[in-house]
């Protein structure tokens, strides 16, 4: 049986893809002309892929103290990186007894996670657990231990390994004298690299886009993650350009900052290194479908 496809459909079917593919990059090709179009510009003919003048104000107003923008993307990169590797462990060592059928304890454990996914304590007793209790106010660890264990990661990953890793070869393999850290490291994670790079990617989206911890639990200026800088800075150029006249000083140039622009060059400061995660988890992704097979 013939599975080829014709000469005329595959040429379809790549001008399809090319089509795609170019729609997908031009919002980002507009986010980065906007981002160096003069405001004026933008205020008079709106949005354009070929404005009629540039400007790198909005870089300007960014990079003016670069060694902040540098702290926090160092402060990000260190939070996602740490925060993506020890939330996959957690989550999959809480998930592969869960997934286990001779696990004594898994229907309490399982209620545990489960009951966490439809009731929460409240914004103020969490506050005050990280705060008081754990003494986490002004520390990079603010940053990364609310965000370890999420229960719909959880319950992925369980899933995946009741329907991936048969039982027999569990079996098999104690009765070949191995322990259980032994089989989840050489036999279960081989075998489940997919479930661990797509749980890796949830998280290190999670990780890299969060603001809204360094905005409860850090006033350190030093500590700021790159989203919240970001969001402070805007929040500063929005309310500097609307209230230009209560504010002494060169009123004019306080009227003219590059609000619109200021975002765009944001976005794509925001983007740059979370790109690269996704050709290096697709690696894996792809690997994981052939490593660690049971061959007869």
């Known amino acids: 049986m013939n599975n080829e496809i014709s000469k005329t459909a595959n040429l379809v079917l790549n001008i399809i893809f090319i089509i795609v593919s170019i729609l997908c990059v031009l919002p980002i090709v507009l986010v980065f002309i906007i981002s160096i179009t003069d405001y004026d510009s933008i205020v008079k003919h709106g949005y354009q892929f070929f404005p009629d003048k540039f400007s790198l ?8 103290d670069y060694g902040v923008v540098a702290r926090a993307y160092g402060i990000s990169i260190f939070v996602t990186v740490i925060g993506t590797l020890i939330s996959v462990l957690i989550s999959s060592l809480y998930a592969y007894p869960l997934s286990r059928g001779d696990f004594k304890y898994r229907n ?5 996670i489960f009951f966490t996914m439809l009731f929460g304590g409240g914004l103020v007793p969490w506050y005050i657990v990280y705060t008081q209790v754990l003494d986490l106010k002004n520390s990079i660890w603010a940053l990364i231990f609310p965000m370890l264990l999420s229960p719909f990661n959880v319950l992925i990953m369980k899933t995946y390994f009741q329907m991936t890793v048969p039982p027999a070869l569990i079996e098999a393999s104690k009765i070949d004298g191995a322990g259980e850290l ?11 690299l997919p479930v661990f790079a797509t749980i890796g990617l949830f998280n290190t989206l999670h990780y890299w886009n969060d603001w809204f911890n360094s905005m409860i639990f850090i006033t350190d200026t030093k500590l700021y993650s790159l989203q919240y800088l970001m969001y402070k800075m805007i929040s500063q150029a929005d309310y500097l350009s609307r209230n230009s006249s209560l504010i002494q000083g060169s009123v004019t140039e306080l009227a003219k900052l590059p609000g619109e622009t200021i975002r765009m060059a944001m976005a794509l400061i925001g983007i740059g290194p979370i790109v690269l995660a996704y050709p290096f988890f697709q690696r894996y992704f792809i690997k994981g479908l052939t490593l ?3 061959k007869g």
Do not use: Q
């Not at 104000?57 to 003016?64: N, V």
């Open 108 to 112: 309490g454990f399982a209620f545990l």
């Open 57 to 64: 104000e909005a870089y300007s107003y960014i990079f003016k």
């Open 292 to 294: 660690g097979s049971i």
């Open 182 to 192: 032994r089989i989840f490291i050489r036999i279960v994670f081989p075998l489940s």
